[in-house]
């Protein structure tokens, strides 16, 4: 997907998975972005190669359930879920989301910022 409308902000928010929340290691496992027109996007690291490198207790049924609600959530409740997450890190140590920050831009395209933050 990609937006072209001029100079704009999107506020990026990184869900992390950090398998062991003693060594404080996270690893960017997929990205929520907010547009300009309030749409919230999104993509995440699934199944097959891409998840086996997610070390920890945490499994695939496990990480994906979290996607799906979070996802859900957003769907229903757009940029408030996200920022109601976000608060709750403690909820779940291993899978969390986190604001990452603001950028302007002038033009968007997830897959690309996906690539960058997380592959």
Known sequence: MSIDIGIFEIQIYLAKFMPD??????RNVGVFVRTANDEVVSRFLVG?????????QMNFKEYTETVNKWRGS?????????????????????LYIEFMGGEMVENFNIDKLFKELVL
Request: hydrophobic share 30%; aromatic share 6%; proline share 11%.
């Open 21 to 26: 929340p003693r060594r404080a290691e996270p």
């Open 48 to 56: 097959g190669k891409e998840i086996e490198p997610l070390p920890g």
């Open 74 to 94: 957003v769907e229903k409740y757009g940029l408030k879920a996200l920022q109601w997450i976000g608060k709750r890190k403690s909820a779940n140590q291993k």
